[in-house]
């Protein structure tokens, strides 16, 4: 595997943190800059809009940007983002940098997915794409405890100086290792790069629908009901994760000290969610998906219900986290495969309503803190959306069943 794979998983891992870390954060920022907790809640939101927005531009735009200088410009422009968010003393400036950070992580992901596979042969794609995004889990299980106890010792802007330290080695790595060529498009463009690439890269340009095509394959009723239940599960996820430091300190009575442990907890329980996942999705990705969201859904009840016991709390937490990501992961593959005409815009669908979510969930949660319903009403808020969930995951499997069935017959024959 090149090193530059390895350097694209090192920064994807630095852009994850950032989006997550908020989450055992969000006390000592509304502290800090004097605003409610729901305020500060909502700079997880503002970052969401920003992937969202910028996951299918960024893709679009990227189609013909060389591979190193898009990197560069969208990892400087997330540094430079963080570095102004840490010295910023007010609310308005930090939320304008999580919007202008997350565009450029969007950007990065749009160019790093395709670096990768570039730079490896054709039985080496799965494996570079997982070390890619295997970033965002490790973000999951190191990045973000580590930001929150940052936060809780040296104050809430040493945690984002860390992500800006961490991404800098990304940065000078990206120059010497990763090569400058184009990703192929379907109007083959002229690529930059050894022979050999170029001869590679213009054999798939050859074989890419145009954005028209690709995009055509995303308005398909089954596709955009599986966009919409992603996106509800994941506001779900990401509702309950926002608030779970105040809901573990203030009505569970755990320490603030017990705070990076349960963040932790739950990116532990994010790996083997995907791990498990990858190993089971391929086959029997439907059942995986119907029983991940029921578990789900009957998960955070039962964490509304028990949040004042330590241990239900701790254990949840670990279930959830394992149950959110692997049931995501196999909806994003699932969208691959429904929407096999586009393979440059799929994924960037995909994120996008992964971070829809992400953006409504805080938001949702944060509207129940501020009617006086307590800190567990994040959490019957996700419960709530899991059963939308369930409902639009009926409605896809009753859109075309019988398109469904012959797929399934053409893959197995």
């Not at 070390?131 to 405890?145: I, K, L, Q």
């Not at 999705?281 to 029983?291: E, K, Q």
Request: charged residues 10%; proline residues 4%.
């Amino acid at each position: 595997m090149p090193f530059a794979v390895y350097v694209l998983g090192l920064a994807v891992f630095a852009q994850g943190t950032s989006e997550f870390m908020l989450s055992g954060l969000v006390s000592g920022i509304a502290a800090d800059l004097h605003v409610s907790i729901p305020d500060a809640g909502l700079l997880t939101s503002a970052f969401a809009v920003g992937m969202v927005i910028g996951a299918p531009l960024m893709a679009l735009f990227s189609r013909k940007w060389p591979r190193r200088r898009a990197l560069l410009i969208f990892l400087t422009a997330f540094v430079a983002a963080h570095v102004v968010g840490a010295l910023t003393p007010g609310y308005e400036v930090l939320l304008a940098t999580r919007i202008v950070g997350a565009l450029a992580n969007a950007g990065f992901w749009a160019v790093a997915l395709v670096a990768a596979i570039s730079m490896v042969e054709p039985a080496a794609r799965a494996r570079a794409t997982s070390v890619v995004v295997g970033g965002v889990t490790v973000a999951c299980v190191v990045g973000v405890p580590a930001g929150a106890l940052l936060g809780e010792h040296l104050g809430w802007r040493a945690a984002f100086w860390a992500v800006a330290a961490v991404s800098l080695p990304a940065l000078v790595a990206i120059v010497t290792s990763v090569p400058d060529g184009r990703p192929a498009t379907s109007d083959g463009d002229a690529l930059e790069g050894s022979k050999a690439s170029e001869e590679s890269q213009a054999s798939d340009a050859s074989e890419n629908p145009s954005v028209r095509e690709e995009l055509r394959s995303l308005t398909g009723r089954r596709v955009l009901l599986t966009l919409l239940t992603m996106a509800l599960v994941q506001g779900a996820t990401f509702c309950a994760f926002s608030y779970l430091e105040p809901l573990a300190t203030r009505v569970t009575g755990l320490g603030a000290g017990w705070v990076p442990a349960l963040l932790a907890l739950f990116g532990v329980g994010s790996l083997v969610g995907v791990t498990l996942s990858g190993r089971v999705a391929d086959a029997r990705r439907s059942t995986l998906v119907v029983a991940g969201m029921a578990s789900l859904a009957l998960g955070w009840i039962a964490l509304a219900l028990s949040a004042v016991s330590p241990v239900a709390t701790i254990t949840l937490v670990f279930v959830q986290g394992m149950l959110a990501f692997g049931t995501g992961s196999a909806m994003i593959s699932q969208v691959f495969q429904l929407a096999s005409g586009a393979p440059t815009l799929a994924g960037s669908f995909a994120t996008a309503a992964f971070n829809i979510g992400a953006a409504a969930g805080p938001w949702l949660g944060g509207l129940t803190i501020d009617a006086g319903l307590g800190f567990r009403s994040p959490v019957w808020v996700s419960a709530a959306l899991m059963a939308l969930a369930l409902t639009t995951a009926a409605a896809t499997r009753l859109a075309c069943p019988l398109s469904l069935t012959k797929a399934t017959v053409v893959m197995k024959s």
